[in-house]
């Protein structure tokens, strides 16, 4: 069993990746934006709770994430492994995945970040706002706002990550095909 966290800023291409790896690897792809998303639209409690802080750009409170994060993993028990997209995104969740995963016996395999520039990713978000009708992508400021959490509150997973003998980097710039080799041959190599 492997179990993959999929790591980058916003707009590094974590989503389009994830379609290919799942495939290819035959994991279940948990996205907990497009989980919130799904949510959003369905008109959840969850997704009216979540609704608040993604339309500012924030992250969603932790402990709503972890939950739900932890109900999707139980709800597919014949997995053969996990691609988390988008989790963990800050320290606290790290930790606990760790802890939920260990409860089951398990473990992160690896996590793989897909490296670009800000100011090219901030142009790509503004790209995708036109068609992709996400409100936290259309507005140069709310942008910037995910940029600051990401700095302040996920980057430090690096070395969360690091410390464990368990984070690659690959260049997240060039076709779509290029950067699935270069994350396939981190895959494949573990
Ligand atoms: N693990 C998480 N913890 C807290 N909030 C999250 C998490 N994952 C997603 N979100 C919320 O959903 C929003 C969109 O996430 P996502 O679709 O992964 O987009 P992107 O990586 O392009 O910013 C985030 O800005 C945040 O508000």
């Known amino acids: 069993m492997i179990n993959i966290v999929l790591f980058g800023k916003p707009g590094?291409?974590?989503g389009t990746q994830a379609e290919f790896l799942k495939e290819k690897y035959n994991l279940t792809h948990l996205s907990t934006g497009d989980i919130f998303?799904?949510?959003?639209?369905?008109e959840t409690e969850l997704g009216k709770l979540a609704k608040t802080y993604m339309d500012k750009g924030d992250l969603v409170p932790d402990e709503v994430t972890i939950q739900m994060?932890?109900?999707?993993?139980?709800?597919?028990?014949?997995s053969a492994g996990f691609l988390f997209d988008g989790f963990p995104r800050t320290l606290a969740q790290a930790g606990a995945l760790d802890r939920f995963l260990e409860s089951k016996g398990q473990q992160i395999t690896a996590t793989v970040a897909l490296e670009a520039d800000d100011e090219i990713l901030v142009q790509r978000l503004l790209e995708r706002g036109k068609t992709s009708g996400r409100p936290d992508d259309q507005d140069e400021e709310k942008i910037r706002n995910r940029y600051q959490e990401y700095n302040e509150k996920t980057a430090p997973l690096m070395g969360y990550y690091k410390d464990q003998g368990k984070f690659y980097a690959v260049d997240g710039i060039g076709s779509i095909a290029e950067i699935t080799e270069r994350?396939?041959?981190?895959?494949d190599n573990l």
Request: hydrophobic content about 40%.
């Open 69 to 78: 994060l932890q109900s999707e993993v139980d709800a597919n028990p014949q």
């Open 12 to 14: 590094a291409g974590k």
């Open 183 to 187: 994350l396939s041959a981190v895959i």
């Open 37 to 42: 998303r799904f949510n959003i639209k369905n």
